[in-house]
């Protein structure tokens, strides 16, 4: 291969990569941390975080901001981020409002927050959620080997449940520096459409099938939404 040939080879793999960074930015981000606060320091937290919802739902960029307290565990917290593209999700996180707020949530942590970027692998419209509703949260790590399987198959379950009674939203989030990592975004109208989707076929043939496909537990966490 000539000099000339490898350095047009380079070229077009540099400007290739630029183009696929630049797409990346404009596309929607979707954070989701998980918030661990002492027992005894919960409904201080719940404040700070209603704070930081309330604000954050203002500011340029935002199409969704939700913190969420898991049920039974009410000192355990998550949010869900939705932004325009990364840049507006960049700007939030240095925003110096919420640089503040986070200030004041760090002397009740019981660890620090844990939170991951992701990209929308199956995003669809959310419906309205209502007081009752229930956020169901589920972490998913794939086998490298199996993550195309893996996907397909969750996928599936998404188009599946789709069509399952009282679901308001179904998202499936994709970690940008882990792509065999997902988050599983559910809403439910309430508890006992929740109950019946975790028995129904699809959902069961779902789980059989990530089994073999799994790097780690089916971590599976249901939150309500905080008033």
Do not use: C
Request: glycine share 6%; hydrophobic share 40%; no cysteine.
């Amino acid at each position: 291969m000539t000099i000339s040939r490898l350095f047009a080879l380079i070229t077009v793999a540099l400007i290739a990569g630029i183009a696929s960074a630049r797409a990346q930015d404009t596309n929607p981000t979707f954070v989701v941390s998980y918030i661990e606060v002492a027992p005894s320091s919960a409904r201080a937290a719940a404040g700070i975080l209603r704070t930081l919802q309330d604000a954050s739902r203002k500011e340029p960029g935002n199409t969704g901001f939700e913190v969420l307290q898991r049920k039974g565990q009410p000192q355990q917290f998550a949010i869900l981020e939705a932004w325009k593209d990364s840049k507006a999700q960049a700007a939030h996180a240095a925003a110096a409002n919420t640089t503040q707020l986070r200030d004041k949530l760090k002397p009740l942590l019981a660890a620090p927050i844990d939170e991951r970027v992701h990209t929308g692998f199956v995003v669809g419209k959310a419906k309205m959620t209502g007081r009752g509703s229930v956020y169901v949260l589920t972490h998913v790590d794939l086998i490298g080997a199996k993550k195309d399987e893996g996907l397909a198959a969750i996928k599936q379950l998404s188009v599946d449940s789709a069509q399952d009674a009282g679901i308001l939203r179904y998202d499936l989030l994709q970690q940008g520096n882990r792509p065999n990592h997902l988050t599983l975004v559910e809403v439910w109208r309430g508890t006992a459409d929740q109950e019946k989707h975790e028995v129904a076929a699809h959902t069961r043939k779902f789980r059989e099938a990530l089994l073999p496909m799994s790097g780690s537990l089916y971590d599976q966490r249901i939150y309500q939404a905080i008033n």
